[in-house]
């Protein structure tokens, strides 16, 4: 009888180290805020191509499992998960080679959802859950805000669009890259 060697998948630890992927020393005090987004499932409207985005946050389980673990595909990807693998797309556009800043795309959607606005000591669970469910049911303005990619000058009302052609939309505007 054959016997696996891997372990079963070890939440504690995965959340653990998808912190590691975008902790900086400025940020240390919203771990809060940071355990919202792990708890908060991931959701989108069908008509949107958004699991896609789910699809890059799952892909973090598989590169934590990394032959280690089983790998875990029954929960949602959480909204943590989510935003990570969008500032990992955003790095793979806007990073010159070698100068990864996960951490500061990460960190530029979070203060742009108006998360950053609840440090620890400023925690407010019944606005951040808000927040983010405002985000997920696409209840922001027609220019994205308060989102993840808020425009100054939107063309088309981001309430209608995939999050792949906001956050272009967004890199185009400020980076000029897109």
Known sequence: MCRSRLRPFDWGK???????LIMIPERMDYFLALNALVERPFYWDDHFNDDN??????????EFADDTYYLDTNCP???????????????AILSDAGDEQV????????DNLGLGNFPDD?????????????WLDRRYN???KPGLYPLKHAEVDQRKVE????????INENYGVI
């Open 142 to 144: 027609r220019n994205g």
């Open 163 to 170: 999050i792949w052609a906001q956050m272009s939309a967004y």
């Open 53 to 62: 985005r789910a699809a890059d946050g799952l892909e973090l389980r598989e």
């Open 77 to 91: 990807c959480s909204m943590l998960e989510v935003m990570i693998g969008l500032a990992r797309r955003m790095d």
């Open 122 to 134: 400023n925690f407010d669970a019944d606005a951040v859950s808000d927040l983010i469910e405002g």
């Open 103 to 110: 951490s500061r795309w990460f960190w530029e959607m979070f």
């Open 14 to 20: 995965y959340r653990g180290w998808l912190f590691e």
